[in-house]
């Protein structure tokens, strides 16, 4: 079983910066892919950046430039740094870690809330 513990979230101004993390524990796959998606209400899941295990990144056009994802697997961590926020970012932000179906699957975070305020 795998779990995702993420923090990092909060309310801040916008063009204010945050820091989002998600550790993850349990049996992890060295190859894998974590993400961050984020949900805005009454809105769909949507991909925000993804990583993979050597490090090929994936970023929505909606945050190239202002975000950055970045991971450390001897910790099994991956991180969102997030700059330049805006209130269109306000949303809940999910980790992913993703082993791909012939490994289990997916697995999902709890989600924290990140509020840019204007």
């Known amino acids: 079983q795998v779990q995702l513990v993420e923090s990092g979230g909060g309310l801040v101004q916008a063009g204010g910066s945050l820091r989002l993390s998600c550790a993850a524990s349990?049996?992890?796959?060295?190859?894998?892919?974590m993400g961050w998606y984020r949900q805005a209400p009454g809105k769909q899941r949507d991909l925000v950046a993804t990583i993979t295990s050597n490090n090929r990144v994936n970023y929505a056009d909606s945050v190239k430039g202002r975000f950055f994802i970045s991971r450390d697997n001897a910790r099994n961590t991956v991180y969102l740094q997030m700059n330049s926020l805006k209130p269109e970012d306000t949303a809940v932000y999910y980790c992913?870690?993703?082993?791909?179906?012939?490994?289990?699957?997916?697995?999902w975070g709890q989600g924290t809330q990140v509020t840019v305020s204007s």
């Open positions: 992913n870690l993703d082993f791909g179906i012939s490994y289990g699957g997916d697995y």
């Open positions: 349990g049996t992890i796959f060295r190859q894998n892919t």
